[in-house]
């Protein structure tokens, strides 16, 4: 797992590898480590938590800004809610 | 959601791959049945299981999802899709068990269901999957969930046939009431902690069904369909919905509402509010549908193959293609005649453990109920196999499929998982799908029981695993 701030407002965290629940647990702390606006870039390749994660962003008010699958991996943009 | 990547066509190899794995199996379902017509019973459990693995894949259905998500994440959509398969094989059962087709038999029920799903509950949670999720993540190239499924297989394996020391821990009851059943001589009862706990406790406890509770048969019209299917699934399902709408789905929906300018919600944003869980994840509905129904169309065809070929197991059909081997003290080998998962796991590691010396047919599970057939003419084996490759098609035509190795880390909680949902399965008698997903399917308020363990479990393993993320993530601020 790597989590690291990649400029302003931009955030990355790589949770390639993991397996549920770790990569939407993950998520939703990096969710809520970051500003409302700011974006965090994540990187998965576990199928079955994107469907969670999408999930949850709708739920919470995130926007998934895009989404690439690329040989099994998944990077995704998520702009957290403001308010 | 938006800007979502245009779907990519699909790879050509990996399209070449998944027609190969198709002709494969048509291949083999051909190709036996040419050589004997009983391989027709295999086939359909070949051929059911292709159907759970395709579906599984694309639903990305796990039972553990359904119990972890809401507590980790707060997301509703598993919970949704297994309350709509439960519901749809409820149904298709109902009908099935209304002709007096049906293959399914009621467990005991008892406190052992609790906490057997419990623990089940918590190795769901550190493993990453439940059995038959599990299953489906190895079909799309996940080989920790590879090692989960090994360490659900390895531990069953042993767990029902480890004595020594574990005798100790065996009360008294257990083992006189054991001895009183006056099972055959090669079941050495007295010597093994499940052997004792399944005879001296177990059988004891209360079978029962909804139907039987209201003094109904299950057989019965009003026994199938009002007893098992409205009281026993229907009711029960639409107020746990309920609760999941209200504590999990419910403020998302009407923020929504509010920013589009409703008033005070009503009745009406209620209503659709829970209808909009319930249609949430298309895919996982859409699972669950075809789910549900393909379960309970599996136990009309085996009852149906059953009836033609004269026969209430696979046993004698083994034994009249000349496979005698590994059959149960009863002449029956593990057929449960719908979906089901980890029996057929165990098997495969008791035949490999008997053949090494390890004899594994003097205890009640394997020597009494289930036998460890070859696993090329196991039917179950038959199930699970296709089961992986219907994932693995579903996942290479979705361009889902990908290798992954575990890591240290990873590798010790699926070991770690998996032990505890063989060791819960075994006290259960089933897994998520067994002694849940089925039962609760149809009527048996055990089913129920474990579901409630399943629910703790996963709330504890969640618990931990807050903890866990929550310490690595401040590793990485540190």
Redesign the interface.
């Given at each position: 797992?790597?989590?690291?701030k990649q400029g302003d407002g931009l955030y990355r965290l790589d949770v390639t590898?993991?397996?549920?629940?770790?990569p939407?647990?993950?998520?939703?702390?990096?969710l809520e480590?970051i500003g409302q606006g700011e974006i965090l870039e994540l990187v998965f390749?576990?199928?079955?938590s994107?469907?969670?994660?999408?999930?949850?962003?709708?739920?919470?008010?995130n926007?998934?800004?895009?989404?690439?699958?690329q040989?099994?991996?998944y990077t995704w943009k998520i702009r957290k809610a403001a308010g | 959601m938006s800007a979502a990547a245009e779907p990519a066509a699909i790879d050509p190899r990996h399209k070449r791959w998944a027609l190969g794995i198709v002709a494969a199996l048509i291949l083999i379902s051909v190709g036996t049945y040419a050589y004997h017509e009983y391989y027709l019973y295999l086939s359909v459990y070949l051929w059911f299981g292709f159907i759970y693995g395709m579906c599984l894949q694309y639903g990305r259905f796990c039972f553990s999802s359904a119990f972890r998500d809401l507590f980790a994440v707060g997301v509703p959509r598993m919970a949704v899709g297994i309350m709509i398969a439960i519901a749809l094989f409820g149904l298709v059962g109902a009908f099935v068990s209304a002709t007096g087709l049906s293959t399914f038999h009621a467990a005991p029920s008892s406190v052992h269901a609790v906490i057997a799903g419990f623990i089940f509950g918590v190795g769901m949670c550190f493993s990453g999957g439940c059995a038959s999720g599990s299953m489906y993540k190895t079909g799309e190239g996940n080989m920790n969930a590879l090692l989960v499924v090994l360490s659900i297989s390895v531990t069953q394996a042993i767990f029902v046939d480890v004595g020594g020391w574990m005798n100790a821990l065996v009360p008294e009851s257990w083992t006189q009431s054991a001895l009183g059943k006056g099972l055959p001589a090669s079941i050495t009862v007295t010597d093994g902690w499940v052997d004792q706990y399944l005879a001296g406790y177990v059988w004891d406890q209360p079978v029962m069904s909804f139907a039987t509770l209201f003094g109904w048969t299950d057989k019965s019209v009003l026994g199938a369909f009002v007893g098992n299917l409205l009281v026993g699934v229907v009711l029960p399902g639409a107020a746990l919905l309920a609760v999941v709408y209200a504590f999990w789905s419910r403020r998302g929906f009407m923020r929504k509402r509010v920013a589009a300018g409703s008033a005070r919600p009503r009745w009406r944003d209620e209503l659709a509010g829970y209808w909009a869980m319930i249609v949430g994840s298309k895919r996982t509905a859409i699972a669950g549908l075809a789910l549900g129904i393909a379960a309970g169309l599996h136990m009309y065809a085996t009852q149906g193959l059953r009836v033609k070929f004269g026969v209430r197991n696979a046993g004698p059909l083994l034994e009249r293609m000349g496979s005698d081997f590994g059959l149960s003290v009863n002449g029956t080998v593990f057929d449960p005649g719908y979906w089901y998962v980890t029996t057929q796991e165990a098997q495969w590691v008791g035949w490999v453990m008997h053949k090494l010396g390890w004899n594994q047919l003097d205890n009640i599970y394997f020597g009494f109920n289930n036998g460890i057939p070859n696993p090329l003419i196991n039917p179950a084996d038959w199930m699970s196999i296709a089961l992986f490759f219907g994932a693995a098609v579903m996942a290479l035509l979705h361009r889902e499929f990908k290798f992954k190795t575990p890591t240290l880390e990873t590798a010790t909680w699926a070991i770690i998982g998996g032990a505890l949902m063989g060791i819960g399965s075994r006290l259960g008698l089933g897994c998520n799908v067994g002694a849940f997903f089925v039962r609760v399917s149809q009527g048996d308020p055990s089913g129920w029981l474990f579901g409630a363990g399943m629910v703790g479990g996963a709330y504890l393993g969640v618990k931990f695993f807050n903890w866990w993320t929550e310490r690595r993530m401040a590793q990485q601020f540190a």
């Open positions: 797992m790597k989590f690291e590898g993991y397996v549920c629940p770790h939407q647990l993950y998520t939703k702390k990096a480590k390749d576990n199928p079955s994107g469907e969670s994660i999408a999930a949850m962003c709708d739920s919470a008010g926007e998934l800004v895009s989404q690439d699958l040989g099994g991996k | -």
